[in-house]
């Protein structure tokens, strides 16, 4: 079936639990900002609309706006989270894999920081690093894994679509996969090392998708049953705010399950796929056939190949001062 531990994953996020507090901090903040905004929303809306006669209505488009403010706010600060939160993890994960003593506490996080400064000087590298990576992905997804990789029989299309939806969801941490190989490899120019970890993973491909779609089920699966845990508590707590908020309750306990996804379970699935890679790619070099067939077939790639060309040649030289 599957070829990863969750054992040894579960042993991962053990030895970096100063991380998985972190994480849990910086999510649950997310999610309680969620649920004050909304709630203050709703409030200043109830207090508006209750001029009229028409408070529930208020209260709606107050926390619908609420709602929309605080996604804004995470849209702004998105490039912040993959520098600090996800790839920082990553790299104390690989450092984990590699064998390599952490240090506890705070000093994790310090360690974590240093470590992607020194790939990845600025959080604008990072995020079109990794924009850049996931849109190969998406064009990989498309090129290999037609219908017949996975179901040898005629007459499924409405069934390869469903299992071509789920793949493409499972990219979502498989660009991690790949900024994972960057740090191990402690590469100066990160785009040449993005360019050798793609084609490492082309050559794996089914391997790698097997246990990504295993993953994403079961990653899903544990996200729904927290869902369900926080109804309850998510109704109780917008009943403390004016106006009808019960259809909010859901959307609260949705976004609480889906703080407790990217704060525990997804570090959890990265960390067991990252484990499939390494042991599966190991002794391997990137095949120059598909260097060619991506090149080929994706642009995304071409600019990954241009800017690794250009990472390392020579800085120019100054003009001669006249005199």
Same mark, same amino acid.
């Given at each position: 079936?599957?070829?990863?531990?969750?054992?040894?994953?579960?042993?991962?996020?053990?030895?970096?639990?100063?991380?998985?507090?972190?994480?849990?901090?910086?999510?649950?903040?997310?999610?309680?900002?969620?649920?004050?905004?909304?709630?203050?929303?709703?409030?200043?809306?109830?207090?508006?609309?209750?001029?009229?006669?028409?408070?529930?209505?208020?209260?709606?488009?107050?926390?619908?706006?609420?709602?929309?403010?605080?996604?804004?706010?995470?849209?702004?600060?998105?490039?912040? &989270? &993959?520098?600090?939160?996800?790839?920082?993890?990553?790299?104390?994960?690989?450092?984990?894999?590699?064998?390599?003593?952490?240090?506890?506490?705070?000093?994790?996080?310090?360690?974590?920081?240093?470590?992607?400064?020194?790939?990845?000087?600025?959080?604008?590298?990072?995020?079109?690093?990794?924009?850049?990576?996931?849109?190969?992905?998406?064009?990989?997804?498309?090129?290999?894994?037609?219908?017949?990789?996975?179901?040898?029989?005629?007459?499924?299309?409405?069934?390869?679509?469903?299992?071509?939806?789920?793949?493409?969801?499972?990219?979502?941490?498989?660009?991690?996969?790949?900024?994972?190989?960057?740090?191990?490899?402690?590469?100066?120019?990160?785009?040449?090392?993005?360019?050798?970890?793609?084609? &490492?993973?082309?050559?794996?491909?089914?391997?790698?998708?097997?246990?990504?779609?295993?993953? &994403?089920?079961?990653?899903?699966?544990?996200?729904?049953?927290?869902?369900?845990?926080?109804?309850?508590?998510?109704?109780?707590?917008?009943?403390?705010?004016?106006?009808?908020?019960?259809?909010?309750?859901?959307?609260?306990?949705?976004?609480?399950?889906?703080?407790?996804?990217?704060?525990?379970?997804?570090?959890?699935?990265?960390?067991?796929?990252?484990?499939?890679?390494?042991?599966?790619?190991?002794?391997?070099?990137?095949?120059?056939?598909?260097?060619?067939?991506?090149?080929?077939?994706?642009?995304?790639?071409?600019?990954?190949?241009?800017?690794?060309?250009?990472?390392?040649?020579?800085?120019?030289?100054?003009?001669?001062?006249?005199?």
């Amino acid at each position: 079936m599957w070829d990863f531990n969750i054992g040894k994953a579960v042993g991962a996020m053990l030895k970096t639990a100063p991380f998985i507090v972190f994480r849990m901090l910086v999510y649950l903040g997310i999610a309680v900002g969620y649920v004050l905004a909304v709630g203050i929303g709703a409030g200043i809306g109830y207090g508006v609309f209750s001029i009229g006669d028409s408070p529930g209505t208020g209260a709606f488009w107050g926390g619908l706006i609420g709602f929309g403010a605080v996604s804004a706010v995470l849209y702004w600060a998105r490039e912040y &989270l &993959l520098y600090l939160v996800k790839a920082g993890h990553i790299a104390v994960l690989v450092e984990h894999m590699d064998g390599r003593e952490l240090p506890g506490g705070k000093g994790q996080i310090t360690y974590a920081q240093a470590i992607v400064k020194e790939r990845f000087t600025e959080m604008s590298v990072l995020f079109g690093f990794d924009r850049l990576i996931m849109g190969i992905l998406r064009r990989i997804n498309r090129m290999v894994m037609s219908l017949a990789n996975f179901l040898p029989i005629p007459g499924l299309q409405d069934l390869a679509r469903w299992v071509n939806k789920i793949l493409n969801v499972s990219l979502t941490y498989l660009d991690e996969i790949i900024l994972a190989y960057n740090f191990r490899t402690k590469a100066e120019n990160p785009w040449a090392s993005g360019q050798a970890a793609l084609i &490492l993973y082309v050559q794996n491909y089914k391997v790698m998708l097997k246990n990504a779609v295993f993953l &994403l089920l079961l990653m899903y699966a544990a996200t729904f049953v927290i869902f369900l845990i926080c109804l309850a508590p998510a109704a109780a707590i917008l009943a403390v705010f004016p106006g009808s908020l019960g259809g909010w309750s859901f959307i609260m306990a949705l976004v609480f399950a889906w703080c407790f996804k990217l704060a525990l379970i997804e570090p959890l699935a990265v960390a067991a796929l990252m484990d499939v890679y390494f042991e599966t790619i190991e002794g391997q070099t990137p095949n120059a056939e598909w260097d060619e067939k991506l090149t080929a077939a994706s642009d995304k790639f071409r600019e990954l190949k241009d800017k690794a060309a250009a990472a390392l040649a020579p800085e120019p030289e100054a003009p001669p001062m006249s005199v």
